[in-house]
């Protein structure tokens, strides 16, 4: 509902892009998760990779407060409210703007439907609101950890260059989170290229999850691609989903699509992973495959045409600002956070995760 | 959760394929909506266009029966119950391959959960349950109505034939639902071709709908992207979905992408709907615009490689029986209810249906 | 919300008092729990005991269906849908009455909600629709009979006479399910003197719910008694709840209302109970002990001043036909069934049963 | 669920005792409401009487701080979340007593569910998160106010003393917040007498609703009752509630208990009022009247008999510090806020309030 998601572990997020701070609550962890001093701060940091071309030049220090929550290094099963600061913004260059539509931005809705906004930085529709959804993806993930459950996204897609294959040691070697090394230079390419002509580029990610047990997933309402394709299409700039072989699966036969059973070691698999790790709605053990396409970015130097909705007349705009010419190399972070989130409730759930305590 | 969808206008099916019977409950639909003695009905007839070469040659009468929430003629604001009988189903081709995990199917992941399932026919993973949100979608279809929303859903690619037009005009004209008289005859001779070799095709649906007014969804994780997504993702072989440009769109630049705003008749439309009628989570006036991803059918008379769960041995197995070589086919109206069930849903929440009567 | 009660094990409702039929679906009852062929029969049964002066003289068959969700014997993980149909009832004197607006009767509240109701017989807010709840709570009660869990509901107070003490033996044995034989003769007496006056009578239900473990319970807001209380009040005619000591507790000191800690075959217990075995939201082991005023029935036969809806003109009322004239002997069956539903909920969100599957 | 209350207004409250701060995010308020700078402050400063001898003796500064959701002096329809800092508290004395469980605390159930609990001042289970509740029922007072809805609540019985009569200018007048002159001096002899002795007192509340349109309240499981007997039985060491006539209907008879209704200035109302303002669990329209037990403060000086849960052997435990001998006096102001949070979040599930937004 609105802002907060989830079930039995749920996040509720708040906060503006250029308000006071933003920050989120996680209810309904266990109690007894470990969480060290420090620990969901340098997963914000190695988030934000700092300073790189592909990305824009503001710098967020994004440093995170955990306010409740966790007493003596262990989590308490009550909620865990983290804060983020945000630093002094300059609202001035929104100021003069803020009457004219941004194209593909939430201006325009925003307004249509709340009739008041603050529209400094696109206030609550800003990606800035992610940074929230990182935090307590950290605290997910640290849960998901003690059940071996690891969730990778990387970049397999920018402006057309495609990743040939999955490397998975390269993501964190490039800038652009790809795991194909040469697909990688090409992509940073295209985005210098946009960027100099005041444009900006979409791209595809890919997320996976390994060793999600069998078993997850409500049917017929819950089925674990309607959750996590909610929580992923919940993600700005998210414009489609697909699980395993997606929308390849409508060009095969059956024959072709279906995914035969094998037992290996004494476990029932699947030989092939067309069906993206999920079956009726609930995972079958197998990694869980999905990917997401992410608009290029709405906010471009190059002149576009537009509305004031004040004088209902046609005006021409120029998004001015430091902005990230391919948001897509910021979005893998954000889909992992998302996706723990889901299968930790879903672990919950299934009843494979106390909901209470990890403890005696 | 599970077997209820919705937040204001909420559905609970439930049945299995080879059960006594199947239904929905529809809660929170507002008092005073005439729903004429059969609507429902012929809701569900027209769904059903009876014997085709394209379709399985079962035959399911699917008559409804409604047994509360209507008084005079009028829903009342209570729930309205409807049941739909089963035939006398010959269960005994399911009783000798009901160790045996079918490629594709749900059998294996309902196992793992449940560790106790109705086999007979897919039980309750079958497609059969959604007549159930078929006969629910009639009457969110039918509220849409009174406010000028209406949702069509059509087939716009089989086996690799794509619709080259739309025309809607088509849709009903032939059996496969496709809004290109052209593409749809090559689409039947697909679809006969794989029936003949004992295969299934795949294909993507396209579902739309006109005038929902701006200002619907619900930031930041009740958008409306998320809401219906989850909606058309719980659907049964539904391996993905996109809105407006989709997946195209990371192949697009922002210049490209982004759709420009502009006045007519006093309104602020944009000139291109590459955002698909969503922007931000928040319906833009524009058609919503939705393509799902539906795999081809998981039964198939071609051997298969599989498991036999019992024994832990590698067995053969053909799926005998009156099967639909493309599901593709029968998905278009489950897609019309879902989207309605989602759209009225949204209506209510953002206070344009009044969620407790029409009247007064 | 609205007809649909409860978060991992849930209920839904529908059906009006003169419709065709009433039902429930139990959706979230983990699979492998055995369910007799007549169990839940019998539970109604149990609860309808037959012909007795201080019931109302109608008959209702009450047979229920079971429609899904079992097989072989078992519960599979899916909805459970049971129907009841109803006798065909004679609505004609609801005909006369029906722009009157029953003292103490929700027809003036359904109408001022929903400007369109089934007068008949109440419709959906007549006490018929809680012969759903029972069924539903048969189920529930069947799950936590394997975990030891006992729920016993019985009348303490009626017309001013109260029980003066507990005998478990006595409840079933006299009609109006009083632990003390004594009070249970002058009960009666009082019953039947208040319907030869054409009037009715009110009184107290004790809700005890024995070898619930300590841990049940979610704060803040899913505390066990806002849950409990929440079920509770829900029934009709419910104008209070309290928990142990309860209004009491407003006359005693802290040292007195207080419960000491002690230790108990290596358990810790309290001494006493005042606290009605929830400390801070929580069970504590103890037994749960509840009580609800049920208000006396509100249709009588006595003249009462009204008005007639339509006409906005005073008139007088005499409610006519066979209506109880103390609701609160047919109480405490809802009461256990609520009670059950509530406990079961939270042992799966507490991870002491599991959501999905009792087996393996 | 557990910290977020609501369907369409919701809270989520978090923070303990002596953790670093405590707050409370309001999401769905609808946009355009107009809420003052330092609003928020004055409710809470009003709440916080200052210093009274039949408080606590701690002072509290409890400066809350807007950090988002209000732009420009209103509501922008999104979260608005609400920070309290703690001050430095002392909790050396809590040390010593870590392992002794408070009799008529939540120490024991805390620790049985999560195992390892903040046990400073009572962690999350402190009276002092009820600020929150304060904080976030200030908005909805504000949001009701423009419907002309307004809530009091006030002490009607402290320690046996009861008011006899309701005068609303008296209730701010004296320090027990009762409405009768009289009884409020014998309340405060009372209460000082059990801080005398090391005890405390309990106490009943009374909470009124004017002004409430008839239609709220979603039955059969979102009944009024339920959820206002949900939110107020959520509240620290309340026992019981109880609506309109109460536990004493179950002494009169249906012709002493049913409301007459009468025609007045138009409108349909009753001519008495034991109903409570609510029937069939839908508002009447009439005045909501509810009641609340709240029990003795149970951190008392007097010596108890306790467990020491790490040896399980019976210790004696003295709870020392500065307590409220009457939680009761603090109670008023936070039963108000859960009624206010109740009542507008079911006047727009009803349609009554636009849930996007307040303007155009």
Redesign the interface.
């Known amino acids: 509902?609105?802002?907060?998601?989830g079930?039995?572990f749920?996040i509720?997020?708040?906060?503006?892009s250029h308000?006071?701070?933003?920050?989120v609550?996680v209810?309904?962890c266990?109690?007894?998760l470990e969480i060290k001093e420090g620990y969901v701060q340098e997963e914000l940091d190695k988030r934000a990779p700092g300073q790189s071309e592909v990305m824009s030049p503001r710098k967020e220090a994004d440093k995170v407060?955990i306010?409740?929550?966790i007493?003596?290094g262990?989590?308490?099963?009550?909620?865990?409210?983290m804060?983020m600061h945000n630093k002094d913004a300059d609202s001035s260059k929104y100021e003069k703007i803020k009457h004219l539509?941004r194209?593909?931005?939430?201006d325009?809705?925003?307004q249509?439907?709340?009739?008041?906004?603050?529209y400094r930085g696109g206030?609550?529709?800003s990606a800035r609101?992610t940074a929230s959804r990182v935090a307590a993806g950290a605290i997910a993930k640290k849960l998901l950890e003690k059940y071996g459950i690891e969730i990778i996204a990387y970049v397999t897609?920018?402006?057309?260059v495609k990743a040939g294959k999955i490397d998975y040691a390269e993501i964190s070697k490039n800038e652009v989170r790809c795991p194909d090394k040469d697909a990688a230079k090409k992509m940073k390419r295209a985005i210098l290229e946009?960027k100099n002509?005041g444009?900006?580029?979409?791209?595809?990610c890919e997320i996976a999850a390994f060793n999600v047990p069998?078993?997850l997933?409500?049917?017929?309402?819950?089925?674990l691609?309607?959750?996590l394709?909610?929580?992923i299409?919940?993600i700005?700039a998210?414009?489609?989903?697909?699980?395993?072989?997606?929308?390849g699966?409508?060009?095969?036969?059956?024959?072709a699509?279906?995914?035969?059973?094998?037992?290996k070691s004494?476990r029932?698999i699947?030989?092939t992973n067309r069906?993206?790790g999920?079956?009726?709605?609930?995972?079958?053990?197998m990694p869980i495959i999905m990917r997401a396409?992410?608009?290029?970015?709405?906010?471009?130097l190059?002149k576009?045409?537009?509305?004031n909705?004040k004088t209902?007349?046609?005006e021409t705009i120029s998004v001015e600002g430091r902005h990230d010419p391919a948001t897509i190399v910021r979005f893998p972070p954000i889909a992992e956070a998302m996706t723990a989130i889901v299968i930790a409730d879903h672990m919950?759930?299934?009843?494979k995760i106390?909901?209470?305590?990890l403890?005696?």
Chains 1, 2, 3, 4 share one sequence.
Not at 157 to 160: F, K
């Open positions: 509902m609105s802002n907060t998601f079930t039995l749920r509720t997020t708040w906060g503006e308000g006071k701070s933003i920050g609550i209810d309904g266990p109690a007894g407060e306010l409740s929550g007493f003596e262990k989590t308490t099963g009550m909620p865990i409210s804060i539509l194209p593909g931005h939430a325009f809705t925003y249509a439907k709340y009739m008041h906004r603050d206030g609550r529709s609101e897609e920018i402006a057309g946009a002509e444009d900006s580029v979409g791209g595809i069998a078993g997933g409500k049917p017929v309402y819950s089925k691609e309607a959750d394709g909610s929580a299409l919940g700005n998210v414009k489609g989903v697909e699980f395993g072989g997606g929308f699966l409508a060009r095969l036969k059956g024959s699509a279906n995914d035969e059973f094998a037992v004494g029932i699947t030989r069906h993206g999920i079956l009726g709605g609930i995972s079958t053990g396409v992410v608009k290029p970015a709405s906010s471009i190059k576009q045409k537009t509305v909705y209902m007349k046609q919950m759930m299934a009843g106390n909901p209470d305590t403890l005696g």
